[in-house]
């Protein structure tokens, strides 16, 4: 899978708005960059209908996808990538999906942002707006288990290492994989991970190594130095190991 291409790209922003400073992922494609399974993305963003009781239960999605859907298929933006990475945080934390829907809705109400988790006042000003968002569930066990040994400021810092801002929005991801050198930046190559200085999307280095490709002649075709080369390449295999 090499991502959205700039043709691709150009099409489905025909359908779905202008899509720089935006980006656009399908669900399998943010799996992979996250390493959330795409069944859970779809789950979160889509909500599921489950049997309960005597009838279907319909549970509702934790947020609305900034993007609309195009012909049936999901597409995320790059802020939805980030909430992604920070609510796989608290689920990694054992916090149960109706919990985790009121901690969303309240983070919501308090930022006056549908995606909270990924708005720079949750680093800038942390403290105080963690106690108002967990505070705001009005659920007292929930409360207990983020009040305690500093467990909310872990989860979000946790999610949002490598990510910058711009203004009140996250505006880049340097992945730690990538050392350095890969970026995932939504007003390039429409989000999909590039080497820094260059802007050549990895999973392009990644097929050129696959076809025998040694990382000198890679370098030498694609006029960057090899040590990007590697880089991009070790970022690839770290995906999908």
């Known amino acids: 899978m090499v991502g959205i291409s700039y043709a691709d790209g150009m099409l489905i922003a025909n359908e779905l708005g202008n899509l720089w400073g935006r980006g656009a992922y399908t ?3 943010a799996s992979r960059l996250t390493g ?30 900034e993007l609309p859907a195009l012909e049936d298929k999901l597409y995320l933006s790059f802020r939805d990538l980030i909430e992604l990475r920070v609510v796989d945080r608290f689920r990694q934390a054992k916090i149960s999906l109706p919990y985790l829907r009121k901690v969303v809705s309240s983070a919501q109400k308090i930022l006056n ?8 006042k949750l680093k ?10 967990v505070s705001g569930t009005r659920e007292p066990a929930l409360i207990d288990v983020l009040s305690g040994q500093h467990a909310f400021h872990s989860i979000i810092s946790e999610g949002l290492r490598d990510v910058a801002y711009d203004g009140d929005a996250a505006a880049y991801w340097t992945p730690e994989a990538g050392r350095g050198e ?19 999307p990895t999973a392009i280095l990644r097929l050129q190594s696959a076809a025998g490709r040694s990382a000198r002649e890679i370098s030498r075709a694609f006029e960057i130095d090899e040590r990007s080369v590697r880089a991009a390449l ?8």
Not at 39 to 47: F, K, M, T, Y
Not at 191 to 197: A, R, S
């Open 27 to 29: 669900a399998p494609e």
């Open 36 to 65: 959330v399974p795409a069944s859970r993305i779809h789950r979160w963003l889509e909500g599921r209908t489950r049997a309960y009781g005597d009838g279907p239960v319909f549970d509702r999605p934790l947020w609305t996808a």
């Open 113 to 120: 942002d549908t995606h909270p988790f990924s708005n720079a």
């Open 124 to 133: 800038s000003d942390g403290r105080r707006i963690y106690l108002e968002i």
């Open 182 to 200: 890969v970026v995932v930046d939504p007003n390039r190559s429409f989000g999909q991970p590039v080497l820094i200085h260059s802007g050549v």
């Open 234 to 241: 070790r970022f690839e295999a770290a995906l999908a190991a």
